[in-house]
């Protein structure tokens, strides 16, 4: 057994030798964080990331001008490996800062490059679409739990995996892999079989949608007042959670396993059981871990193209219609005139200048639009 204070120099003299870890989210993750994103954008934000997409970028590659798609691009063929993961040692309770630790870059390095390359407006287009790829990418490997985590076993990369998940439907027969495909695929019914030739749109947008309906205006509020540093953070807590089964807390760190403080290299690796029991315990923090970075990817983007965010809390933002303004003095009358109203809502309720669902809650106040209720018979 390795004593406590050794392990983070064991990091630093280990992790230049280690192999790559595998890839992050599985393209399924990756597409359900971008579209997620994309739908969380208001509508003046999407024309504007619309033109960036539509750039020809064949020349780095990247020829789709789906957004949620090209987010997979970094993993096809997989590059700039380190740029992939955060390692920590073993004994770190909290992340606090962006460091690398003995990598020269990592996500924190990652993301701030090409947040910058896509908020740039001189850089062309093509360049922007790029860049905007690996930020959408990185927005999702970020959140991935077993992204942020230890040099020594790669992520997981050196635990083994049985049960439903090493299944040919899924093929995940290492912890890590369970967490980029097989608890993402899993509860959608999506098998191996079905990503020949990656996933179906269709699919994507549907399994989104419901992600998307789960995501309150409160969690808006909160997820996107957060930085990289407190998403690694939060990534952390998952991996080292009970139901995940990565490590072993014990005297102030998450070990290997009980009495083996890390895995070395010639060691017998250690096997996690990832049944349907384990599937059904963690589906709610992988759920929760695409809408945040979703909600958050939105949030840069919002940030970079220079809109506000805007503030509903209906799941697809609409888009607003200029009319006349609101007279004040109706909100004191007994009906509205309907020329007074840009839009009339029969279903649904007014919200600003527009209708949004009567199960959201309206923050931007009273607009143009009308209830039906309200309009003078």
């Known amino acids: 057994m390795r004593y406590l204070f050794l392990r983070a120099a064991l990091v630093v003299l280990t992790v230049s030798s280690l192999p790559l870890r595998a890839l992050a989210w599985g393209d399924v993750g990756h597409e359900l964080v971008c579209q997620i994103a994309y739908k969380e ?3 003046a934000t999407r ?5 960036i997409m539509s750039a020809d970028a064949s020349a780095h590659g990247l020829k789709t001008k789906t957004f ?36 020269a870059t990592c996500l924190f390095s990652a993301i701030k490059e090409d947040l910058a390359k896509f908020s740039d407006s001189s850089v062309s287009n093509a360049d922007r679409k790029l860049a905007l790829s690996f930020l959408g990418h990185w927005a999702g490997d970020i959140h991935q739990p077993l992204h942020v985590s230890f040099a020594d076993d790669r992520g997981g990369n050196e635990i083994t ?13 290492k912890l890590h892999a369970v967490w980029d495909v097989c608890l993402v695929d899993q509860p959608r019914g999506i098998v191996k079989a ?3 030739n990656g996933p179906k749109i269709a699919t994507i947008r549907t399994e989104a949608q419901k992600l998307q309906q789960g995501i309150t205006a409160a969690n808006r509020t909160d997820w996107g007042s957060t930085g990289p540093v407190q998403w690694a953070d939060e990534s952390l807590q998952a991996a080292e959670q009970t139901t995940t089964d ?6 102030g760190a998450c070990d290997y396993e ?22 059904d315990a963690n589906k709610a923090t992988v759920d929760g871990r695409l809408q945040r970075a979703g909600v958050r990817l939105a949030k840069l983007i919002e940030d970079a193209l220079g809109s506000e965010h805007a ?3 209906a799941p697809d933002r609409p888009d607003t219609v200029a009319g006349p303004a609101f007279d004040e003095a109706r909100s004191a009358a007994s009906c509205t005139p309907r020329a007074q109203c840009c839009k009339v809502c029969v279903k649904g309720q007014a919200c600003g200048a527009t209708c949004i669902s009567a199960s959201y809650t309206c923050h931007v106040g009273r607009g143009c639009a009308c209830n039906a209720s309200e309009i003078c018979q």
């Open 41 to 43: 954008l208001t509508p």
């Open 47 to 51: 024309t504007k990331l619309g033109k």
């Open 68 to 103: 949620a798609v090209a987010c997979t691009h970094p993993d096809h063929p997989h590059v700039r490996g380190d740029d992939h993961f955060i390692n920590v040692p073993r004994n770190t309770a909290h992340i606090t800062t962006e460091d690398c630790g003995a990598n």
């Open 161 to 173: 995996a049985t049960g439903k998940c090493a299944s040919p439907d899924y093929g995940s027969v």
């Open 194 to 196: 079905d990503l020949t």
């Open 246 to 251: 990565y490590c072993t807390k014990e005297n």
């Open 258 to 279: 009980h009495g083996n403080e890390e895995w070395a290299t010639g060691e017998t690796k250690r096997s996690v059981t990832a049944d349907q029991a384990y599937i």
């Open 311 to 313: 503030n509903l809390s």
